[in-house]
Nanobody, 122 residues
Framework: QVHLVESGGGMVQTGGSLRLSCAASGRTFSDYTIAWFRQAPGKERELVGAVSKSGGSTYYTDSVKGRFTISRDNAETTVYLQMNRLSPEDTAVYYC???????????????WGDGTLVTVSS
């Protein structure tokens, strides 16, 4: 069992920045690929990006490339999502999720956090 807790959400103005954290406990953290998903009001949940087990590889969806950065600290069992140049379109509940696989799919994630709300005002 892996327990994930997101933090760092809040309200920010357009163009601002936030850093989300995903703190993990339970099984060996470095055995899991960690992904960030988000769900905007009235929309389906979508993959934002992911970081490999070692932290050496990352993936981002096109809409956040160049603005968001995912990193992980396996010693601290925490993954970070640095979000810069935020826009109202980034408003969503952000979730972190863990998978023992290297390939990330929403259905394949084994553990989920409860999410943290990010609101970007215009």
């Amino acid at each position: 069992q892996v327990h994930l807790v997101e933090s760092g959400g809040g309200m920010v103005q357009t163009g601002g920045s936030l850093r989300l954290s995903c703190a993990a406990s339970g099984r060996t953290f470095s055995d899991y690929t960690i992904a960030w998903f988000r769900q905007a009001p009235g929309k389906e949940r979508e993959l934002v990006g992911a970081v490999s087990k070692s932290g050496g590889s990352t993936y981002y969806t096109d809409s956040v490339k160049g603005r968001f950065t995912i990193s992980r600290d396996n010693a601290e069992t925490t993954v970070y999502l640095q979000m810069n140049r935020l826009s109202p379109e980034d408003t969503a509940v952000y979730y972190c999720a863990a998978s023992g696989d290297t390939i990330v799919t929403e259905d394949g994630m084994e553990y989920w956090g409860d999410g943290t709300l990010v609101t970007v005002s215009s």
